[in-house]
């Protein structure tokens, strides 16, 4: 076996990393599915979110966050996204101070679907104002359980992004 060997920046220590043989590497069992407690190119890119190609199983209970890029199944309100605009339509009020300001647009807002579909880490990430922020939370958290997403055939929790508009009629 051949070693490579260079150093660490931070600890100026010397890592020595093993390099496989050609033997090895054409013995080895390469698959599409990672093994449970392995993340597979899990990132933190600083927001707290993983990226999708993480398992999942990496972290203590299974709390890693998965993106939308790569999910097998998307996180869905019951009754899909007709359904959801069923519920804003209903629940949606626009806000007094709105409306006399003449404020409208989108409010964009970030939260997690949890494994058991309840919504958690509601954040406004792009607000408009006039109250208009805090309602879009407000029917957000009013929502019912969603259906979580699926990775690897288990439900795990998945960031997600929505804009809520808020129109002047």
Do not use: H
């Amino acid at each position: 076996m051949k070693f490579s060997g260079k150093l660490n920046p931070v600890r100026d220590e010397l890592v020595v990393a093993e390099v496989p043989t050609s033997k090895q590497i054409a013995e080895s069992i390469i698959g599409s599915q990672t093994s449970v407690g392995l993340t597979a190119g899990a990132t933190d890119n600083g927001s707290g979110i993983g990226n999708a190609n993480a398992t999942g199983e990496g972290s203590i209970g299974g709390t890693e966050i998965y993106g939308t890029e790569f999910l097998e199944a998307m996180p869905e309100f019951p009754g899909g996204m007709s359904a959801w605009a069923k519920f804003l339509t209903k629940n949606l009020k626009y806000p007094v101070m709105a409306t006399e300001g003449g404020v409208s647009g989108k409010v964009l807002v970030s939260f997690v679907v949890e494994k058991n579909g309840e919504i958690s880490n509601l954040k406004v990430i792009k607000g408009i104002g006039g109250g208009c922020d805090e309602e879009a939370m407000r029917v957000i958290k009013k929502s019912p359980f969603w259906k979580p997403g699926m990775q690897n055939g288990r439900a795990v929790r998945v960031a997600y992004m929505m804009p809520v508009v808020f129109r002047m009629e």
